[in-house]
């Protein structure tokens, strides 16, 4: 009856619970590794950050301002972040590290039961372009997720370079194409267009040996084998020693590579990831470098991110025990003031407590069933509850 907007959700209150809890744990992991929290506003114009986050047109909710300006209600924190970065925070030297916990909107254009308004954390690491820093951003993911409670996930690692060296190497102009089908995870549509290609059937053989390379260190070696030009060859050096930098970390366990992992955001120049819980089909955080976009807004600088999907992450977590002690003083005018003290003195030790006027209860049973202990001060006098 009353709906609302596509893609829109609603959270309740064991929902809230659950998020704040996991929300807590990834802020004091990221904080932990001395990144800072900013925040950016909701709308940005469409002309700049809008057209940076790279994301499809139609996922972006647009409206106009006052002065005739097109905003757009941000679809992620990387566009704004680099926006900021080359603006309000232009002075501050690099590398920069900066973390964010905000609401990035995405058009839905089905109802398919996604959102179209979730809550992200992340983090970007600015102005360093080093495999250290690459790790670094993983490596940190790794450990939120698991002070998050999650101790079953798997991170996916490919490279944006070493997809299109081939890709273009063989089909040219055309890479879009075989792109997309990666991008869809469609490997049945990718093998099929292949086929329909009209190119040599060595390369056929190596279009289609690209959706083998997936596995632990010794991909890259297999991946050296169908691209040997400048660029592939840069991509293999950098997974091979990214894959290092992780063990260095002693995360290597949580760890594959993937060299068909093409990510939504086309801004991305080098190593991108993805991790999955293990109860859940799609994948829960996401990240990668990005060397060209700070240049979009004039202060170049080399960096790579990540994002996790808060309410992924909680559904992947399952239930959890977010139940707290809830307690409820019943109260009758006679006895309100030592309601009213009791309450103040059970809060001034860390408990929630609700005081309820019991003229307002038409439901005494009903209302009791919400908390966990009731206690009522009703009557003339003291003790006679
Ligand atoms: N902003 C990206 C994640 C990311 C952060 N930094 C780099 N990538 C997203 O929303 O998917």
Request: charged share 25%.
């Amino acid at each position: 009856m009353f709906e609302k907007p596509l893609g829109m959700r609603d959270t309740l209150p064991e929902m809230y619970a659950m998020k704040k809890q996991v929300r807590k744990q990834l802020e004091t992991e990221m904080s932990g590794w001395g990144y800072q929290m900013i925040e950016t506003p909701t709308l940005e114009y469409y002309e700049t950050v809008g057209l940076a986050s790279a994301i499809l047109d139609q996922q972006l909710f647009k409206l106009l301002d006052q002065q005739g300006n097109t905003l757009v209600l941000r679809p992620d924190m990387t566009a704004p972040i680099a926006r900021l970065v080359a603006s309000s925070m232009k002075g501050e030297a690099y590398p920069l590290r900066l973390s964010y916990q905000s609401t990035v909107y995405r058009a839905q254009q089905h109802e398919a039961g996604k959102p179209a308004e979730f809550e992200q954390l992340g983090v970007e690491l600015i102005g360093d372009g080093t495999v250290s820093a690459d790790g670094e951003v993983i490596a940190l993911m790794a450990s939120a997720l698991k002070r998050a409670g999650l101790s079953h996930f798997k991170i996916a690692i490919g490279h944006v370079g070493y997809v299109n060296a081939l890709l273009e190497d063989i089909v040219g102009e055309r890479a879009d194409e075989l792109r997309r089908f990666l991008y869809e995870k469609n490997y049945v549509g990718f093998r099929e267009h292949v086929k329909s290609l009209p190119i040599s059937s060595i390369d056929k053989g190596r279009l289609l040996g690209l959706l083998k390379l997936r596995g632990g260190k010794g991909t890259m070696e297999e991946a050296a084998k169908l691209i040997s030009n400048e660029e592939g060859s840069k991509a293999i050096a950098e997974l091979t020693e990214l894959w290092q930098v992780l063990e260095n970390y002693g995360i290597e366990q949580y760890v594959k590579v993937d060299l068909n992992l093409v990510l939504h955001m086309s801004y991305y120049t080098g190593a991108v990831f993805e991790g999955y819980g293990s109860n859940l089909g799609v994948p829960l955080c996401s990240g990668g470098r990005y060397d060209e976009l700070l240049g979009k807004f004039e202060r170049p600088g080399q960096a790579t991110g990540f994002g996790v999907r808060l309410d992924l992450l909680v559904e992947a977590l399952g239930e959890m025990n977010t139940k707290q002690k809830k307690t409820c003083i019943v109260f009758s005018k006679e006895r309100r003031a030592e309601a009213f003290q009791e309450a103040a003195s059970m809060r001034a030790k860390g408990e929630s407590v609700v005081v309820q006027d019991i003229a307002g209860v038409g439901d005494v049973d009903g209302m009791s069933e919400q908390f966990t202990e009731v206690y009522y001060f009703i009557g003339a006098k003291k003790g006679d509850a």
